[in-house]
């Protein structure tokens, strides 16, 4: 399958962020793991405000489960308060220094497992893994939209530009392609609930809003 060129609809910068890594979509805000400091980060997505800085580990993957963020940071996932950045729980016995990239559906953690190219559907009361989707690149961001599994897949070896890809959540198949323009680096992704698929720039601490297609026949 070929890939579409994605179309960038929207870029917010930050003061003082240089590196963006782990990305979610609470209803209201953009969150997101400032890589290089470890805090965890929202922002308004229509105007770049932000509205809260939290110290907490986070340094790749963030989702939102609609009460909790759950965060990547120092090897573990912790469940954490978004109102105070207090740790209140955690993924039991998961080594979770692999993963790049966090979402939340229907109960389970979704974890892209960069160097290894799987995504992994895991319970998160008990930190074993239910399902192994595999791909063919560096898989970096996770999310989940309108019923659909997305991912982000990081410039590689072979020059191949970074992409967002929709796969079938139960094989891995690839479903829909959008290619990044050259030279952009992807690494988290989330998506808010106005169409559009909010992609983390560790290079620039950009953070760019590229418009969800409709879903390819």
Do not use: N
């Amino acid at each position: 399958m070929a890939a579409r060129q994605a179309e960038i609809i929207a870029e917010r910068t930050f003061d003082g962020v240089d590196s963006i890594h782990g990305v979610t979509f609470d209803g209201q805000d953009v969150w997101f793991a400032h890589g290089d400091r470890g805090d965890l980060m929202s922002a308004e997505p229509e105007t770049g405000r932000v509205t809260c800085r939290l110290k907490a580990p986070a340094d790749a993957g963030v989702a939102f489960d609609g009460r909790h963020l759950w965060v990547v940071g120092g090897g573990k996932i912790r469940k954490i308060d978004p109102g105070t950045g207090a740790a209140v729980g955690e993924v039991p016995g998961f080594d979770a220094r692999p993963v790049t990239g966090l979402a939340w559906a229907d109960g389970a953690l979704y974890a892209g497992i960069y160097r290894q190219k799987q995504i992994l559907k895991i319970d998160p009361e008990r930190g074993t893994v239910l399902r192994t989707l595999v791909s063919d690149r560096f898989v970096t961001g996770v999310t989940w939209t309108d019923g659909d599994l997305w991912h982000g897949v990081m410039r590689d070896e072979d020059g191949a530009p970074s992409e967002l890809r929709r796969v079938d959540a139960q094989r891995g198949e690839v479903l829909d392609r959008l290619a990044l323009p050259e030279g952009v680096r992807l690494s988290g992704v989330g998506a808010d609930a106005s169409g559009r698929l909010w992609c983390g720039d560790p290079a620039t601490g950009k953070l760019r809003a590229v418009r969800k297609p409709r879903k390819a026949v």
